[in-house]
Nanobody, 128 residues
Framework: QVQLVESGGGSVQAGGSLRLSCAAS????????MSWFRQAPGKEREGVAT????????YYTDSVKGRFTISQDNAKNTLFLQMNSLKPEDTAMYYC?????????????????????WGQGTQVIVSS
């Protein structure tokens, strides 16, 4: 089992920055991929950014490219999401996710189907 705890959410004005953290514990060595998802009120959950924990390859949804950066600190089992130039449409609950089964890979690194561990979420509110 892997436990994920997010932190770093809050309220910020448009154009501002936030840094989200996700502390992983448990059998973290079993995971090969980690990601940030978000869900805005009334909308479906969407993948924001993914990182392959082994090689470090990163993937982003188009709406955050150039503004968000996903990174990891393997020594501390922590995942980060640096969010710059925030927009009101970035307002959502942000979730950390981890995947441990490479057999689920179907070519989309932002698919929810890849991830079997989820955190409880941290709220991000961006005001105009």
């Amino acid at each position: 089992q892997v436990q994920l705890v997010e932190s770093g959410g809050g309220s910020v004005q448009a154009g501002g920055s936030l840094r989200l953290s996700c502390a992983a514990s448990g059998y973290t060595g079993s995971t090969y991929i980690m990601s940030w998802f978000r869900q805005a009120p009334g909308k479906e959950r969407e993948g924001v950014a993914t990182i392959a924990t082994g090689g470090g390859a990163t993937y982003y949804t188009d709406s955050v490219k150039g503004r968000f950066t996903i990174s990891q600190d393997n020594a501390k089992n922590t995942l980060f999401l640096q969010m710059n130039s925030l927009k009101p449409e970035d307002t959502a609950m942000y979730y950390c996710a981890a995947g441990s089964n490479p057999a689920l890979w179907r070519g989309d690194p932002l698919s929810q189907d890849l991830f079997n561990y989820w955190g409880q979420g941290t709220q991000v509110i961006v005001s105009s």
